[in-house]
């Protein structure tokens, strides 16, 4: 299961880190918009494969054995079409309602039982996450229809 978690956020870092470039890269004397969420991501999708990969190699299982079953590959597919679903919900729904619409998705895949919980904790991520790009570092996140 750790191995999982980390090769998915992994993977949602990767996909950040690419739909971050179209907010223009820039250069290193004059970085864009899109400079340091694009750094960011390909750090952790690095971080998050290597420490995926080392946790697969820990992993002990019976000879015969597959390593990850079905419903394993399936929590991996749902995750991987969450991390599409919010870059395709961002220009409608906006950044706070995407990642709130998400996160409860990807908080019950990861097995958090109940939706008190994964509300809860999707509420306090997107706040969170919007406060620091928005409000600290002034990134202009997707406001979705309502503007």
């Known amino acids: 299961m750790t191995a999982f978690a980390f090769l998915t956020a992994g ?5 950040a880190a690419v739909s971050a470039l179209t907010l223009g890269f820039g250069s290193l004397a004059e970085p864009g918009p899109g400079f340091f969420p694009s750094v960011v991501g390909v750090v ?20 015969g054995t597959p390593a990850l079953g079905a419903a394993g590959v399936r929590r991996i597919l749902f995750m991987l079409a969450s991390f599409v679903a919010w870059l395709l919900l961002l ?19 990861v097995g958090l039982e109940g939706w008190i919980r994964p509300v809860l904790l999707s509420a306090a991520l997107a706040a969170a996450l919007y406060l620091l790009f928005d409000v ?7 406001r979705g229809v309502w503007g």
């Open 91 to 109: 220009p409608f729904a906006g950044y706070v309602a995407a990642t709130f619409v998400v996160a409860i998705a990807m908080s019950r895949t």
């Open 136 to 142: 600290v570092f002034y990134v202009d996140l997707p």
């Open 11 to 15: 993977a949602g870092a990767l996909v």
């Open 44 to 63: 952790l999708a690095a971080a998050g494969a290597r420490t995926g990969v080392s946790a697969l190699r820990r992993t002990a299982v019976a000879p």
